[in-house]
């Protein structure tokens, strides 16, 4: 167990919806990074939150946006869903942004696009 | 951040140690070498990371080679609840993105 909590488990939404995804990151941590992982591939980066601002960001459309909240906790959001966007949903959270630092991984939300 | 090669899929038999290996030719001086394994439709979960010198916890050992251009991790008495894809990354930063690539599916054997 990392003490990273995400939620929902499971999704499923149509074509066209919007989506929101929750993330308690592990108590002391105040980063955290969002994942996308489509079946058969390894996690792809969406971006990183560290004390409330975007702190980098990867090859995804301004349709996938989100927040974090002064108690660390983070959501995203995906506007216009596209059937693409079926795929596990990783956050990962860490204690700050130094080189040693390790990221803890939830369980995934695993989102289906009809 | 430098990019790792690993096998596609091992094999290893229950209570044998198993030694999954990465290259990573084009690392940096300042680049660690991170592991991390997911089991099937779980997190990805953290084993360890190391800069130059060999490191060891609870659950596996990590040994970087001298020039740093390749290492192994080694679970020194894999049980069936090792098999995982097992991902090599390379990073500056452990807390930054981590690439991930397709990984090692390590299958243990009874």
């Known amino acids: 167990e990392t003490g990273v909590t995400q939620s929902p488990t499971h999704l499923i939404k149509t074509r066209g919806q919007q989506v929101t995804l929750r993330c308690s990151s592990q108590?002391?941590?105040?980063?955290v990074s969002w994942y996308q992982q489509a079946l058969g591939q390894g996690p792809q980066f969406i971006f990183q939150?560290?004390?409330?601002?975007?702190?980098g960001r990867g090859n995804f459309p301004p349709r996938f946006s989100g927040l974090q909240f002064p108690n660390y906790s983070s959501e995203l959001n995906v506007n216009a869903l596209e059937l693409d966007d079926s795929a596990l949903y990783l956050c990962?959270?860490?204690?700050?942004?130094?080189?040693?630092?390790?990221?803890?991984f939830g369980p995934g939300t695993r989102l289906l696009v009809l | 951040d430098a990019k790792t090669t690993q096998p596609t899929s091992m094999d290893c038999a229950e209570g044998r140690a198993a030694n999954l290996p990465c290259n990573h030719s084009?690392?940096?001086?300042?680049?660690?070498v991170y592991w991390y394994r997911q089991i099937h439709s779980q997190g990805p979960q953290y084993i360890i990371h190391?800069?130059?010198n060999n490191e060891t916890n609870e659950m596996a050992s990590l040994i970087i080679t001298e020039d740093r251009k390749s290492s192994t991790l080694i679970l020194p008495h894999a049980t069936l609840r090792d098999t995982a894809v097992y991902y090599c990354?390379?990073?500056?930063?452990?807390?930054?993105?981590?690439?991930f690539g397709q990984g090692t599916r390590l299958t243990i054997n009874p």
């Open positions: 108590s002391g941590h105040n980063t």
């Open positions: 990354i390379v990073t500056v930063q452990g807390a930054q993105k981590l690439v």
């Open positions: 190391g800069l130059k």
């Open positions: 939150y560290y004390r409330e601002e975007e702190n």
């Open positions: 990962a959270s860490s204690r700050g942004q130094g080189a040693r630092e390790t990221q803890y």
């Open positions: 084009t690392i940096s001086g300042n680049e660690y």
